[in-house]
């Protein structure tokens, strides 16, 4: 069984930057795209990003594109999202996802 948790979240200011983590225990074992979600208050849950298990591909959600990069952790095979420029609109629970697993989120706030 492989658990996620997310790290890296918090409050900042509009306009500020984060960069979100995810920590796997245990090793999937297959080679799966890794991404990140979110949850805003009263919404469903959205794609926010991806990224191949190689490393070569990348897709974003159009709300996010230009501001915000997925990479991975090469030696750990879980990603990483590294926000800039963010908006109130940006708010809420961002959860870790690698095949069916997913993490419990870590809660981004972005005040104006």
């Known amino acids: 069984q492989v658990q996620l948790v997310e790290s890296g979240g918090g409050l900042v200011q509009a306009g500020g930057s984060l960069r979100l983590s995810c920590a796997a225990s245990g090793r999937t074992s297959g080679t799966y795209t890794m991404g990140w979600f979110r949850q805003a208050p009263g919404k469903e849950r959205e794609f926010v990003a991806a990224?191949?298990?190689?490393?070569?591909?990348?897709k974003y959600a159009d709300s996010v594109k230009g501001r915000f990069t997925i990479s991975r952790n090469n030696a750990k095979n879980t990603p990483y999202l590294q926000m800039s420029g963010l908006k109130p609109e940006d708010t809420g629970v961002y959860y870790c996802n690698i095949h069916t697993y997913w993490g419990k989120g870590t809660l981004v706030t972005v005040s104006s």
């Open positions: 990224i191949s298990w190689s490393g070569s591909s990348t």
